[in-house]
């Protein structure tokens, strides 16, 4: 059983307020569907804009969506609110982005990591709740000696391990990793990518990943979405979509990944790109990615941005072999 | 030419004076692409913004050596030069194009601002050099975004305004502190091209200051690794990439997910930077370094204690690493 499943889900925002005049609606996430299982990954990837944290959040409950609907270890958990949504919240957990910003300045390192204790295990003495916060701080590769510290007293790599302590402690069976580690420099980058790999071992834990970088990404997920302009363009097994993108925008983020050496610049410029003389622009009907697409042409404008039964949306897809 | 000769830097931490960089010397060229490497900490963007004196009024101040632009001092020069150096000769682009444009003003204004300080021109010709610097950096409809303020830009598209500001006067230097590190990887990947382009084009010096080798790998001519304020490694960026010969240069390659197995744990670089005033006497690196032996820890490391050609490092161990490391690509 999928212990995360995601149907048809989608979600308008709407300018609001003192900007309401000039505002547009905007169409963050738009029939996205997948599902979980448990011990294994799946990257959404896609651009800043593309829908892919708006889509987490919405997995998470912390949005809730327009249509479509959501469910927790088989449990459709679409409707719930309140109390009964807390409750269950330890279900599923949040890793952020930048761990600089999430974690309270004034509070320590203990008192963040056990928070959620308070409303899971609230059963719980102090003492029990300090033991299991430095069983948790010890399982994340930090010593349980630096509890009683404030965050500034720690660098950017520790604080992401409190991050991930903070949302293992009331045993999640998935967690969201919205760009886990890229304000991270790369040395630590790859410090904490192996702690979560060695945690998703241990634990069977399911991970939805979010992340524009795709070299990041390979290394973790099994498998991958790719989402552009709200929408799922691409998914499929990992290998599948790095050995045979079928979307042309895949193709563009694989393109985009780094070299690894300098005697590689000559081959890239020789090769299929046509990345300047495309646009920047997201289309508005048809095919969103129409504009910065080589391959476009005029059907793409009434093309509906269906998912066909191989896992891509596209007219004109890329050949099989590179 | 840009020369920096042992600049030693130092910076106020808790009341005290600590060393934050040592004795880094580079040059730059023009028509070249130089890169200076490190992790967060190691000094190399306290060295970038020494170039252009930045940092002074935060307590930064310069305890040893000189920088050198076509052989004159950079400190001997009053505050008129100084600014028409900046901006002029060497200019600079910044990592956060959120936060290095004015809110408030248009980007017009911020963009004609600069040309007529270092230019002698009237309104309306800033205005059309404006316009042709923002063609240049890839934005077609440059009459429209100079009416436009820095919230209604993608943060792509206010780094292609922040490269247009760097070029408005003609700069010999351009030094870019990380200068995609804050956007998307597609996005990087054009503004990398942008870069290059411009860089041939108009034969500019270009240091640019990262932690990413694979930044390096695509644009560079040379490369300055730097760690815990010191020069640890520099050569031919060919040269850095087939051999490299520090340990700590070879470490923070070897972490690059793309390099490694699809699967299998990534190599990681156990501790962290030692902060200015906590550097150890001897090699800097020694106490993260697998092969660090008991000489390593003695005393301070010269500079170029391993050489070959151009190529120079730090490590008293760099022959005695070869068998263990092997002298092909690290890959």
Redesign the interface.
């Known amino acids: 059983m999928s212990v995360l499943v995601v149907k048809n889900v989608s979600k308008t925002f709407t300018a609001g307020g003192m900007f309401r005049a000039i505002g547009k609606n905007k169409r963050a996430v738009d029939h996205v569907s997948f599902c979980l299982d448990a011990g294994e990954t799946l990257a959404i990837v896609g651009?800043?804009g593309s829908g892919k944290s708006t889509t987490a959040r919405l997995a998470m409950r912390l949005l809730q969506a327009d249509s479509g609907c959501i469910e927790w270890n088989g449990i459709d958990i679409t409707a719930l609110g309140g109390k009964t949504l807390r409750q269950r919240r330890n279900h599923i957990q949040m890793v952020f982005q930048d761990p600089f910003a999430s974690l309270n300045p004034r509070m320590k390192i203990w008192e963040t990591v056990a928070e959620g204790l308070r409303v899971h295990r609230s059963d719980m003495s102090k003492k029990q709740r300090r033991n299991l916060v430095a069983e948790t701080l010890h399982l994340c590769g930090l010593d349980a000696a630096g509890m009683d510290r404030y965050p500034h007293q720690f660098?950017?790599?520790q604080r992401q391990r409190i991050g991930i302590a903070r949302a293992l402690i009331v045993e999640p069976a998935v967690l969201v990793l919205d760009e886990p580690v890229s304000a991270l420099?790369?040395?630590?980058?790859?410090?904490i990518?192996?702690l979560l790999?060695e945690l998703q071992e241990a634990k069977g834990l399911a991970y939805l990943f979010i992340s524009?970088?795709?070299?990041?990404v390979?290394?973790i997920a099994n498998r991958i979405a790719v989402m552009f302009d709200g929408r799922i363009v691409e998914q499929g097994s990992?290998a599948e979509v790095f050995e045979h993108p079928h979307h042309p925008y895949t193709r563009?983020?694989l393109?985009?990944?780094?070299?690894?050496?300098?005697?590689?610049?000559q081959i890239r410029k020789s090769g299929d790109n046509h990345?300047?003389k495309t646009g920047?622009g997201i289309a508005a009907t048809g095919c969103a990615y129409q504009l910065r697409c080589p391959y476009a042409s005029t059907d793409c404008a009434t093309f509906d941005g269906q998912l066909n039964s191989l896992g891509f949306a596209c007219l004109h897809p890329l050949p099989e072999t590179k | 030419m840009l020369e920096i000769h042992h600049l030693s830097l130092s910076v106020s931490i808790e009341g005290r004076r600590v060393e934050a960089v040592s004795s880094v010397s580079l040059q730059l060229e023009a028509g070249r692409v130089l890169g200076l490497v490190g992790?967060?900490g190691c000094g190399k963007s306290l060295t970038a913004q020494a170039i252009l004196r930045l940092g002074e009024h935060q307590g930064v101040e310069k305890s040893g050596g000189d920088i050198l632009l076509d052989g004159s001092s950079l400190f001997g020069v009053d505050d008129e030069l100084l600014r028409r150096i900046r901006g002029g000769r060497i200019s600079m682009v910044f990592q956060e194009p959120m936060t290095a444009l004015n809110p408030v003003f248009s980007i017009g204004s911020q963009i004609t601002e600069v040309i007529r300080l270092h230019l002698d021109m009237d309104k309306q010709q800033a205005n059309a050099r404006a316009i042709q610097l923002l063609r240049d950096v890839g934005m077609q409809d440059a009459e429209q975004i100079l009416k436009q303020y820095p919230d209604s830009l993608?943060?792509?598209?206010r780094q292609r305004v922040l490269i247009a500001m760097a070029m408005a006067a003609d700069p010999d230097y351009i030094i870019a502190d990380e200068p995609t590190t804050a956007l998307?990887?597609?996005?990087?990947?054009?503004i990398i091209?942008l870069l290059l382009n411009l860089q041939k084009k108009r034969n500019l010096g270009l240091l640019l200051v990262t932690?990413?080798?694979?930044?390096v790998?695509?644009m560079?001519d040379d490369v300055v690794v730097m760690y815990a304020g010191q020069v640890v490694e520099a050569g031919k960026?060919?040269d850095i990439?087939d051999y490299p010969a520090h340990p700590y240069t070879r470490?923070?390659m070897g972490?690059?997910?793309?390099?490694?197995t699809?699967g299998e744990?990534?190599?990681?670089?156990s501790g962290?930077v030692p902060s200015p005033g906590y550097w150890p006497q001897g090699c800097h690196f020694a106490e993260r370094c697998s092969l660090a032996r008991h000489d390593c820890m003695e005393k301070p490391v010269t500079a170029a204690c391993w050489q070959q050609g151009e190529h120079i490092a730090r490590c008293l161990h760099v022959d005695e690493h070869v068998d263990e490391l092997g002298r092909d690509?690290p890959?």
Do not use: W, Y
Request: charged letters at 20%; proline letters at 4%; a negative charge.
């Open positions: 651009e800043s660098s950017g790599g420099d790369v040395s630590v980058q790859a410090q990518l192996n790999k524009h970088d795709l070299s990041v390979s290394h990992a563009a983020l393109d985009a990944r780094p070299i690894l050496h300098p005697s590689q610049r990345g300047d920047e | 992790e967060s993608s943060g792509g598209m998307d990887v597609s996005v990087q990947k054009r091209t932690h990413d080798f694979g930044l790998a695509e560079c960026v060919a990439f470490a923070l972490c690059r997910p793309e390099i490694s699809a744990s990534l190599t990681v670089i962290q690509s890959a």
